[in-house]
């Protein structure tokens, strides 16, 4: 196969700080030419679905073609293939996924406020109708719904011992981690799917901790703000304990889904191969013009690192000054300004930093810093589920690149949960040096047959590999540490029967564990018809935050360790 050549597909690697990079465009062939591209390698066909730097990625394809044998598709045409092709249909199905989920949203909420459908019935006859305000701190996210369980477990535990010098190492001698803490990072990740006037209420009412600020970012994938992300402490003053927790895949959002079926990367010198899409929601640069990735991983961090510096770079005051925030810029329910202040010898003079200030990394480092220096004793815990776990591993990931130490030396932990993979083997390699030394600090919580971990794929071409402690949770519930969660890949034929077998297996459970296990854990009608979906497609049920919450609390250590498969 030849793919090198054209000008619409080729850019030089001095425009994009001499890195190279892939990304795999679903929007510009048709199905024809993506047949014809799988089918025979058609260059004029694959040049319209690959887009790449020059030097070493055609290499990497033509090498996985020259070496094929006996007529068969080479493995990373087949990988393609199935990207695309899931990635058009979920761009089709994007319209009409928004207004169901704005309509299923709506409705759920109708009926929670009004008492269900009898409640409904009555207060419709009564004239008395509660109608559902999107962004008030009554409207729940479908997530939300899906498991209405607020209170954390054992929370006055937590709150005890996280103030105890040795805290950490007490803990990671268990090899979990604390159980305590994995819950709390677990409702935050849930939580994060919330609205900010729910969040704020969740953490300051119900956890009894102090609420900080939530913000709305740029998502330069999705050319919209929708990177959400909110900070909590455990106290007001004299924390020692700081949570960033990032919104996670929203179930009917189309380009959430399409992001987690991309195969680009971008590759940072020294650091390695990283998802390309989890870049842009981070708000550090855009496929559009590649160089941007390295412009805000390394130049433009310069000016703003500077500011940052001499203190002038305050993404939000007291969050309980206000609740309002707009879509203009990167904002948090404190009204963040779009503009940031330097004061000088000659007063104050304003700077405007667009795209840093508009970016969940520069933001939440900004004032992850603040917070650091206003708490002298607080370490801070990243986490996310889904996509949101994608986020809080590359968080820190950053940070080491940009050697903010000061910084990672308060990290306690970071916490995903169905996270799928964020990049190559060298990125692993680079963030184990820096995350398991002295004691362990990356969790990766992986549910049963969760389909998103297993994305994107994990192949000999494109070699995205997970890393860190993988906690893998059966359909009991009974917890095993291993190197890979079995079939790591998802589409593993031998694995189809007891894909569909569990997922029966897990709708029948569905009715007996408020029976089994108390009424904290009986399962809703919105869980019961997400199992029943998952006869259909059982890695999609798989991924609901319900069981991620069970694990956490049910989970039991099986004495035998697990090896990958």
């Not at 999107?134 to 997530?143: D, M, Q, V």
């Not at 494109?462 to 969660?485: A, M, R």
């Amino acid at each position: 196969m030849e793919l090198s050549g054209t000008a619409s597909t080729q850019i030089d690697t001095n425009e994009v700080g001499n890195s190279r990079f892939l990304i795999v465009n679903h929007e510009a062939g048709g199905i024809l030419d993506l047949v014809r591209f799988v089918v025979t390698g058609n260059k004029e066909s694959g040049d319209k679905f690959l887009q790449f730097s020059a030097g070493g990625v055609v290499e990497e394809l033509r090498r996985a073609d020259d070496s094929d044998s006996g007529g068969e598709v080479p493995d990373h045409r087949w990988v393609i293939f199935v990207s695309v092709i899931v990635r058009k249909l979920i761009a089709i199905l994007g319209k009409p996924m928004e207004w169901i989920g704005y309509l299923v949203e709506f409705i759920l909420n109708l009926f929670s406020l009004n008492g269900n459908f009898f409640g409904l019935f009555y207060n419709i006859l009564h004239g008395k109708v509660v109608m559902p305000q999107r962004g008030s701190e009554t409207f729940i996210s479908a997530i939300g719904h899906l498991d209405g369980r607020i209170n954390l477990y054992k929370s006055e535990m937590l709150t005890k011992e996280i103030g105890e010098p040795d805290f950490w190492q007490k803990n990671v001698q268990l090899g979990i981690g604390h159980r305590a803490l994995m819950d709390l990072c677990v409702m935050a990740s849930k939580l994060a799917y919330e609205n900010a006037k729910v969040i704020q209420n969740v953490v300051n009412f119900h956890w009894k901790m102090h609420f900080v600020d939530f913000y709305n970012c740029w998502n330069d994938f999705q050319k919209e703000m929708s990177t959400q992300v909110f900070i909590m402490c455990d106290k007001p003053n004299d924390a020692n304990l700081i949570v960033v927790s990032f919104r996670g895949t929203e179930p009917f959002d189309a380009d959430d889904w399409i992001t987690d079926f991309d195969y680009s990367w971008y590759e940072i010198p020294k650091l390695g191969k990283v998802h390309m899409g989890f870049l842009e929601a981070l708000g550090l640069g855009s496929r559009t013009k590649a160089s941007t990735f390295h412009e805000q991983l390394f130049m433009n961090n310069l000016e703003f690192t500077k500011l940052e510096n001499d203190a002038t770079i305050a993404p939000s005051e007291s969050s309980e000054s206000s609740t309002t925030f707009s879509d203009s810029d990167a904002h948090s329910v404190s009204g963040q300004s779009s503009d940031s202040e330097r004061i000088t010898d000659t007063g104050t003079k304003k700077f405007k930093l667009d795209i840093p200030e508009r970016t969940a990394y520069y933001v939440v480092r900004s004032k992850l810093k603040k917070l650091l220096k206003e708490h002298k004793n607080a370490k801070f815990v990243v986490t996310g589920h889904s996509l949101g776990g994608a986020l809080a591993i590359l968080f820190p990931t950053v940070l080491v690149l940009q050697e903010e130490m000061n910084v990672m030396e308060r990290l306690l932990g970071i916490y995903t949960y169905g996270q799928p993979r964020v990049g190559n083997r060298q990125l692993g390699r680079f963030m184990e040096a820096h995350l398991e030394h002295p004691v362990p600090k990356y969790f990766r919580v992986v549910y049963c047959n969760d389909l998103v971990p297993r994305l994107p794929y994990d192949n000999k071409t494109f070699l995205f590999k997970h890393f860190g402690i993988c906690q893998y949770y059966n359909s009991l519930y009974i917890e095993q540490n291993v190197d890979e969660e079995p079939n790591r890949n998802y589409f593993g034929l031998r694995f189809l029967i007891p894909l569909y077998l569990n997922a029966g297996w897990e709708l029948i459970r569905s009715f007996a564990m408020g029976y089994i296990y108390g009424s904290e854990y009986e399962e809703c009608w919105e869980s019961v018809l997400l199992r029943a979906l998952g006869l259909v497609l059982p890695g999609i049920s798989a991924h609901s935050p319900v069981d991620y919450v069970n694990s956490v609390r049910l989970g039991r250590k099986r004495s035998t360790q697990m090896s990958s498969l």
